[in-house]
């Protein structure tokens, strides 16, 4: 049973565009949702957080929003650069716990 | 530099042979975890640890061992791998828990067993 879901495995965005990716989750007690962002040969490495008790987090272009009675968070990247071009994966914590759940991933693409 | 490191980063073997994957982290960091990544299916936490000698079982723990004894390291340990343990796996640490803490993660392991 995944916890976590990204049903897009890619997106395809033109340079200077909103990229939009989306990420659904099931358990309400989540406390903490997360986007990783992974380039080939690479660890992935941390983009952005938000708390559940917040709908909102911004940071420079990426903006989180979310959505609880959706159980649905989504990552805005506004203008998007051929370098966002990487597979972003949406996580979920627990306050205090130390399992993290990943979704599948999407892959972006920023054509130029 | 603050960082994660894994080794060896490629490696194939063969079915039943023992092997171990060493992770190593220099930011003094409580949590450590090891992950691996299979397409269609993100990253599946194999192993986690607390602290030193403090470990419990993640998603998928079947066929692996770690152990804690220092706190800069957490080796994974493949007794008798499998072909379906093929993989890309990820070592990660970060500060102990509370509030939430990014995790920093090393370059991964890419592992084909035959």
């Known amino acids: 049973d995944q916890q976590v879901k990204q049903n897009s495995p890619s997106l395809s965005v033109q340079e200077g565009r909103i990229s939009i990716l989306n990420c659904d989750y099931t358990?309400?007690?989540?406390?903490?949702f997360l986007w990783y962002k992974k380039y080939p040969a690479e660890g992935p490495t941390f983009l952005i957080s938000i708390s559940s008790i917040k709908d909102k987090n911004e940071d420079g272009r990426f903006t989180v929003f979310l959505n609880k009675s959706a159980k649905h968070l989504s990552l805005h990247i506004v203008p998007s650069q051929p370098g966002d071009s990487a597979v972003y994966f949406c996580a979920a914590e627990r306050a205090g716990g130390f399992k993290t759940i990943f979704g599948a991933g999407t892959r972006l693409f920023v054509k130029a | 530099e603050a960082q994660v490191t894994q080794n060896p980063r490629y490696l194939i073997t063969v079915t039943g042979k023992k092997l171990t994957v060493t992770c190593s982290q220099n930011?003094?960091?409580?949590?450590m975890s090891w992950y691996r990544q299979d397409p269609g299916l993100g990253l599946r936490q194999i192993y986690y640890?607390?602290?030193?000698?403090?470990?419990d079982k993640g998603d998928v723990p079947e066929g692996y061992k770690v152990s804690r004894k220092e706190k800069r390291n957490f080796p994974l340990i493949l007794e008798s791998p499998s072909p379906n343990q093929t993989s890309l796996y990820f070592c990660a640490s970060r500060r102990g828990s509370g509030n939430y803490n990014e995790q920093f993660f090393g370059p991964g392991t890419r592992l084909t067993v035959l």
């Open positions: 358990n309400s007690m989540f406390d903490y």
């Open positions: 930011m003094n960091h409580e949590y």
């Open positions: 640890s607390m602290n030193v000698e403090v470990t």
